[in-house]
């Protein structure tokens, strides 16, 4: 972080809570590279609270320079009125990653909407706090194409997509994580969306080993394959991609749907298009959705990648 640069981080968040959103948004997102200085830093709106998030811990006086600045930030009228309660900010490069309150009250688990639909947040116990946010555009575009089908979400984590599909009016989802809390928050973001829980599953395994199981739940219309990059002792994106790929002839339907997702900056969309024709190649390329506008890249390849593909 270079704390020249952060009187443009000042100006972009008076402009953005001039008129604060309804619903949680990015407000600033200095990881797409588009705002030097700043390549580290991003901002969120969580309906009433303000995190900013540090994925590099900066110097200490650029810290102190940081800190300065947002308290200054908090006596302007724009702060005033926006009807916020905390100020918060996440020191995600710290053993932790800790959360500091800077102002207010914080509420650490929040209930927050996109898209009209209810999603709780877990603040300050870990780096993610239950919604990726760059992800809205997918998880709308799975509530406007799952009416009637049967959803595998694999990499389910707290079952935003199963959320979405189910507002769609999906038959049944099949939530598939390792992470058994992940998926507990997953049940709870059905039910504040007042879902028959009776449509919806949840499956606590890791993938390589329940392909017995997951076949016999199936077929399905639509998956969704939204991995980490990375996790240890289970998942290597390029090593363990393909894995998947070549096992969705026998999960999907003759018309099936398959929403595949790459987050690493390192990767581009060609690496989801030339696995596909590799390891499955009755799948025809569709297309790749956008992102939302407020996660700009000066790259478009560095960011989010969600393709569509069908049988």
């Known amino acids: 972080m270079n704390s020249e640069s952060l009187p443009v981080l000042e100006q972009h968040l008076l402009s953005a809570l001039s008129s604060p959103p309804q619903e949680v948004r990015r407000l600033f997102h200095g990881r797409g590279r588009c705002w030097p200085g700043l390549e580290q830093l991003t901002v969120d709106w969580l309906h009433d609270q303000l995190l900013v998030s540090l994925f590099r811990e900066p110097e200490q006086e650029e810290l102190s320079e940081l800190k300065l600045m947002l308290s200054r930030f908090a006596k302007t009228e724009q702060w005033q009125a926006c009807g916020a309660v905390s100020m918060l900010l996440h020191h995600r490069d710290r053993e932790g990653s800790p959360l500091e309150c800077l102002w ?6 929040p209930q927050v909407k996109e898209n009209g639909l209810s999603y ?10 239950g919604l990726f946010l760059d992800m809205r555009y997918g998880r709308q575009w799975v509530r ?13 984590y707290t079952c935003g997509f199963s959320v979405a599909a189910m507002a769609g009016g999906a038959d049944g989802v099949v939530n598939l994580d390792m992470a058994r809390a992940a998926l507990e928050r997953g049940r709870e973001n059905h039910r504040l ?12 395994h890791d993938l390589f080993k329940s392909w017995g199981k997951v076949r016999k ?14 996790q240890k002792g289970s998942f290597a994106l390029t090593r363990d991609y393909r894995k998947i790929l ?14 595949a997702c790459v987050n690493d ?33 000066i790259n478009p390849e560095s960011s989010l990648k969600a393709l569509v593909f069908r049988r």
């Open 193 to 204: 969306n007042k879902h028959d829980l009776n449509q919806v599953k949840f499956l606590g």
């Open 265 to 297: 900056p390192h990767l581009t969309s060609d690496f989801l298009i030339d696995e596909m024709k590799e390891e499955a190649p009755d799948f025809k390329f569709i297309e790749r959705l956008s992102n939302p506008p407020e996660f700009e890249d």
């Open 144 to 156: 406007d194409n799952a009416e009637g089908k049967k959803v595998l979400n694999l990499f389910a």
């Open 104 to 109: 207010g009250t914080l509420n650490d688990f």
């Open 120 to 129: 709780q947040l877990d603040l300050g116990r870990k780096q993610n706090n």
């Open 217 to 230: 739940l199936g077929p399905y219309d639509l998956i969704i394959i939204d991995p980490p990059t990375f």
């Open 246 to 259: 070549r096992r969705l002839p026998e999960l999907l339907t003759e018309e099936g749907q398959v929403l």
